[in-house]
């Protein structure tokens, strides 16, 4: 039995001014080919890893072709786009050509990746995918929490399974799980039958952690209806609003065993129970003001501010400054920001020299919105080239790297800038400079919840805030142009 691997992903925002090159890719997460998808990803938590354990469990031959993932940004250059897919189609014509044809596909994508001409990117993968091995060959997709799923790519899979956690920390899981039922329905075993039910529905990041309520229940929902018989797998997908789609929304998606009335019975039961409680799923934002007293009447230590609005893990340009300024104006002793993305001042620092002070604008560089720069009369206390090890669950068994980035302190507020739009999933880079996070009073991070895996053991307390920046979650205030239906809470408002 030989099965193919790899996919082309990236969760992509519209609102980005800075498109997603082919370098983006390449420099990224990394571009893998071959044999290196393995050496890569063996025993590592991501769904590619997960493939990897499903081919010694099973004893399937793998057939590695491309992985690639750009850090989330701006829409895809067309150009870029096509080379990759290209290249991944020939990589399946070569494979087949030598060691003949693959008995099915294992794709790891996200879901809510956007091209230049093509809204559905992910739909437009699989699309291609599927016309390369014809109609009869399974081919079975993990994707993200966070996609915008379209009835196109469900027609061209033979089965969807979506992450269960946020953070994500299941994503080998969801690997194997894909492993497991492309070889079932390979022996013959299940029939798999999907159907996705869409929710003109926005749902609140402060609503998605998986390990506390309102979302401990969704999944406990989800986790009882996978035991029904003739369930074989039940997604819900909280969607990516900073995508202007026509599909941008959640939606919940259901595999049944050779039974579609049962597969759409089951998706119809979970939407309508998702969209009568509406409401708990909406968390209204908090300015980043109103969150720090929150934070110093709860008087629970550190005090950990989530900038979602300025998410570098969603595509957001990570150099807002609206935080940056509060510490610096109220003095805040013991404080770190992790982290701005500014290779210029991490270039000045570098040149600078640890040890020196030095005056140089921070931030607010990509866009207006993003704030204005803070100048800072700031020492250099250490320099990185940006490589570290991840020490959390989520991404545990791989290396990043951030580029060129320096610690910078003024007073008690300290500020990491680095180079690579990625947000902090945890303290290890931190670590690597010599800070001691845990010390600290109080924490800005620009994440939205991934960074809760390892932070939120020892925080005192954690609080999302809506600082201004592109990534706003008043989604009324987001641009669209190509949104085709009216939305709960913009056009559709919360009950009283």
């Known amino acids: 039995m030989r099965i193919a691997i790899g996919g082309v992903s990236h969760e992509t925002s519209s609102f980005s001014v800075r498109p997603t090159t082919l370098h983006d890719f390449e420099t990224g997460f990394g571009l893998f080919r071959g044999s290196q998808i393995v050496e890569r990803f063996r ?57 003949g044809p693959v008995d099915g596909v294992l794709l790891d994508l996200h879901g809510a990746m956007v091209v230049e001409g093509i809204d559905d990117g992910d739909g437009d993968f699989v699309e291609s995918v599927r016309a390369a091995i014809g109609p009869d060959r399974p081919i079975v997709v993990t994707f993200d929490l966070h996609g915008n799923h379209t009835q196109r790519r469900i027609d061209a899979a033979t089965a969807v399974i979506g992450f269960d956690t946020y953070p994500h920390i299941d994503m080998a899981q969801r690997g194997r799980e894909a492993a497991d039922l492309i070889v079932a329905t390979l022996q013959g075993k299940v029939r798999p039958v999907t159907v996705l039910r869409q929710l003109p529905l926005f749902w609140s990041t402060t609503s998605q952690v998986t390990a506390h309520p309102p979302m401990d229940e969704v999944l406990r929902r989800v986790h009882g209806l ?26 919940v998606i259901v595999v049944a065993d050779g039974d579609r009335a049962l597969a759409e019975q089951t998706a119809e039961e979970l939407a309508g129970w998702v969209w009568d409680n509406r409401e708990r799923w909406y968390a209204p934002p908090v300015a980043v003001a109103d969150a720090l007293a929150r934070g110093e009447a709860a008087g629970r230590y550190p005090i950990i501010l989530a900038d979602h609005a300025d998410n570098t893990g969603g595509g957001a340009p990570g150099d807002s400054t609206e935080i940056l300024q509060t510490f610096l104006d109220r003095g805040l002793q013991d404080a770190v920001i992790l982290y701005i993305v500014d290779p210029e001042a ?16 921070v931030g607010g560089k990509s866009a207006p919105i993003q704030g204005p720069p803070v100048v800072m009369q700031a020492e250099v206390m250490a320099l990185s080239d940006g490589d570290f090890t991840y020490d959390g669950p989520m991404y545990a068994g791989l290396t ?10 003024q007073g008690g507020v300290s500020v990491v800038v680095v180079t690579a739009a990625e947000q902090p999933l945890g303290p290890a880079f931190a ?52 949104r085709t239906r009216k939305v709960f809470p913009v056009e559709i408002p919360p009950r009283d």
């Open 43 to 99: 025993g590592a938590n991501i769904c590619t890893g997960g493939f990897l354990e499903g081919a010694e469990r099973y004893g399937f031959e793998a057939v590695p072709l491309l992985w690639t993932f750009a850090y989330p940004s701006g829409v895809i250059e067309a150009a870029a786009y096509a080379t990759l897919k290209a290249e991944f189609l020939e990589r399946l014509r070569q494979a087949e050509a030598e060691g």
């Open 226 to 251: 996978e035991q029904r018989p003739g369930i074989l797998a039940v997604t819900i997908s909280t969607g990516f609003p900073w995508a202007d789609v026509p599909d941008v929304g959640a939606s």
């Open 346 to 361: 991490a270039r000045q620092a570098h040149a600078a020299g640890v040890g020196v002070k030095l005056t140089l604008p």
């Open 400 to 409: 990043g790297n951030m580029g060129c980035s320096a610690w910078l302190k």
């Open 431 to 482: 670590k690597t400079l010599g800070i001691d996070c845990r010390a600290m009073k109080y924490i800005a991070v620009k994440s939205a919840a991934h960074f809760r895996a390892s932070f939120e053991p020892f925080a005192g307390s954690i609080i999302n805030v809506d600082s201004r920046a592109i990534q706003t979650h008043e989604f009324h205030k987001l641009p669209y142009k190509k």
